[in-house]
């Protein structure tokens, strides 16, 4: 059985990442976040490293928001399951970031 890591298998082959792209993602708080309208590659490692969300909730993200910015990258160790919905943990909500987490596109 194959082991998945960042949406690519351990085989080397990889998941329908297209199938992400327009699911809506929420906070495990049960907030809204946005839609998925591509992901972040690794292409080296092989691994997922973001998502990039479009339609985001301006109310939650208004502090992050420069000029007419409409989109924003979750990282992607912030997922914490993907089903019909994505769920990410509720730090975006905090949005307590260290420099190295890129959140806004």
């Known amino acids: 059985m194959d082991t998945m890591h960042g949406g690519l298998r351990s085989d080397g082959g990889l998941e329908e990442l297209t199938t992400l792209v327009g699911r809506e993602v929420y906070s495990n708080n049960g907030v809204y976040v946005g839609e998925v309208e591509d992901v972040r590659l690794d292409v080296d490692a092989k691994a997922v490293t973001g998502l990039a969300l479009g339609e985001i909730n301006a109310d939650l993200l208004a502090?992050?928001?420069?000029?007419?910015?409409?989109?924003?990258?979750?990282?992607?160790r912030w997922v914490r399951s993907v089903g019909d919905v994505i769920i990410v943990s509720d730090v975006v909500e905090r949005l307590g970031v260290d420099n190295d987490d890129e959140v806004m596109a």
């Open 63 to 76: 502090g992050q928001l420069e000029g007419g910015q409409r989109g924003a990258i979750v990282p992607y």
